[in-house]
């Protein structure tokens, strides 16, 4: 499925890039990933596809054709264009968002944590209970449509919310406030991550997509920038 999946769509090429190293083969059952490794590389995928789309939002269109239906890229890109996904995302969290990490974790997590108790996996749906539902494991057959959707999102936070984007991605933990927490048994570690700047993550951001483009669309290269 993966590779039928990668070949002809950037975001199932990236979904799989992502979730592929943490996944894992049950002895009676199919492919699967724990909902904590899912939850944790999702974040990436969304961090990821962000950056993507911010980078091309100029050139949305051109960008659509690595993902959308032979001719039908301008429709996807209205698409990103106003889509109502991040909006709903951002008017469902209690506090404004500092980081991607506080837009995206805990509400993505409470989804699927619902998502799960509806189709009876858990009879847990509530974010207190994430502890409760971290070892369990997901048929990556059943979920990773739903990783190439978490993917097309977060092309559209980052083509249509730039400004939000750049805040996101620009901002700095407190030292001070990382620190009293690991001290206070937090286990994140001692020091707080370091920010990476926006070029040098738009630099990584191509690097990801650049075997892709060539083999699947290599007259896109020049106009992409790669």
């Not at 749906?125 to 048929?139: A, E, F, G, T």
């Amino acid at each position: 499925m993966f590779k039928r999946v990668s070949t002809t769509s950037l975001l199932g090429y990236l979904a799989h890039e992502i979730i592929a190293p943490v996944t894992r083969k049950g002895l009676f059952a199919g492919r699967y990933v724990s909902f904590a490794e899912y939850l944790s590389h999702a974040q990436l995928l969304y961090e990821l596809t962000a950056i993507l789309g911010y980078m091309y939002r100029d050139k949305l269109e051109k960008f659509a054709t690595l993902f959308s239906e032979p001719g039908r890229q301008a429709d996807l890109a209205a698409f990103l264009a106003t889509g109502s996904s991040v909006a709903d995302r951002v008017a469902g969290l209690a506090d404004e968002p500092k980081d991607v990490y506080d837009l995206f974790f805990e509400s993505e997590g409470t989804k699927l944590m619902k998502a799960m108790q509806k189709g009876g996996a858990t009879q847990f749906s509530d974010w207190s209970d994430l502890p409760k539902v971290w070892r369990l494991k997901l048929p990556i057959k059943l979920y990773f449509e739903h990783l190439c959707m978490t993917a097309l999102e977060g092309i559209q936070l980052g083509s249509q919310y730039p400004e939000m984007t750049e805040r996101l991605f620009s901002y700095r933990r407190d030292p001070a406030e990382w620190s009293a927490a690991y001290q206070f048994g937090l286990d994140i570690g001692p020091s707080a991550p370091e920010t990476v700047p926006l070029p040098e993550r738009q630099s990584e951001a191509k690097a990801l997509i650049r075997p892709y483009v060539e083999r699947v669309h290599p007259n896109l290269l020049a106009d992409l920038g790669l």
